[in-house]
């Protein structure tokens, strides 16, 4: 059974710093691609950033990209994102998610390719 379960969400000031993690079980990360979405109130679920942890190959989205940085704990099994220089547009609900590599899929981070998630965790950006 797949499980992702996300931790270290909270309050953080604009230009602070946040690191989540997702912690997997059920897979082997180096089988999986590993991503991190995110959902704002009244918005649709965007990705943030992937990895593909047998090669470190990595993708980000385009409001994220220079600030956040993504990266694996394989012998914890566990995913890593480091959120620098923080928004309050990036006050969202973040989720970790998980999918076989396939690679006609790449890096892809469209939500609706992805299997497994976990339950989510907040991140509120406010002075």
């Known amino acids: 059974q797949v499980q992702l379960v996300e931790s270290g969400g909270g309050l953080v000031q604009p230009g602070g710093s946040l690191r989540l993690s997702c912690a997997v079980s059920?897979?082997?990360?180096?089988?999986?691609?590993i991503g991190w979405f995110r959902q704002a109130p009244g918005k649709e679920r965007e990705g943030v950033s992937i990895i593909r942890s047998s090669n470190n190959s990595t993708s980000y989205g385009a409001s994220v990209k220079g600030r956040f940085t993504i990266s694996t704990d394989n012998t914890k099994n566990t995913v890593l994102l480091e959120m620098n220089s923080l928004k309050p547009e990036d006050t969202a609900v973040y989720y970790c998610?998980?999918?076989?590599?396939?690679?006609?899929?790449?890096?892809?981070?469209?939500?609706?390719?992805?299997?497994?998630w976990g339950q989510g965790t907040q991140v509120t950006v406010s002075s």
């Open positions: 998610a998980a999918r076989r590599w396939l690679g006609f899929l790449g890096l892809s981070l469209s939500p609706p390719v992805y299997n497994y």
């Open positions: 059920g897979i082997t990360l180096e089988d999986y691609v």
